[in-house]
């Protein structure tokens, strides 16, 4: 199983993004997947995080700016990141699990990286 994320990029500060991560290699379904994000010397801090039927939470860091979705194909989702700050910098994994109704770690999965660089 792989998830593939991008969307990642440099942006100015208050602008917008989208990410979007897309799972190959299986024909399961996850029951919940999201995105975590890292800066160097911080602990993954989950950012995002979407399940079955389409319930969702998000750090309170971003609520109100970010919005998760699923995508039109099976285990695909997007972030949607409004109002970009300085402090989103970070490199943005995507992550999912084949059961359970939390993101929160362990996941069975993790995608590569995706890095996010919003200027001042």
């Known amino acids: 199983v792989q998830l593939q994320a991008c969307g990642g990029g440099l942006v100015e500060a208050g602008g917008s993004l989208r990410l979007s991560c897309a799972a190959s290699?299986?024909?399961?379904?996850?029951?919940?997947m999201g995105w975590y994000r890292q800066t160097p010397g911080k602990q993954r801090e989950l950012v995002a995080a979407?399940?079955?039927?389409?319930?969702?939470n998000y750090a309170d860091s971003v609520k109100g700016r970010f919005t998760i979705s699923r995508g039109n194909a099976k285990n695909t989702i997007n972030l949607q990141m409004n109002s970009l700050k300085p402090e989103d910098t970070a490199v943005y994994y995507c992550?999912?699990?084949?059961?359970?109704?939390?993101?929160?770690?362990?996941?069975?999965?993790w995608g590569q990286g995706t890095q996010l660089t919003v200027s001042s």
């Open positions: 992550a999912a699990k084949r059961y359970g109704w939390s993101l929160v770690e362990p996941v069975d999965y």
């Open positions: 290699g299986t024909i399961f379904s996850f029951n919940v």
């Open positions: 979407i399940r079955s039927g389409a319930l969702t």
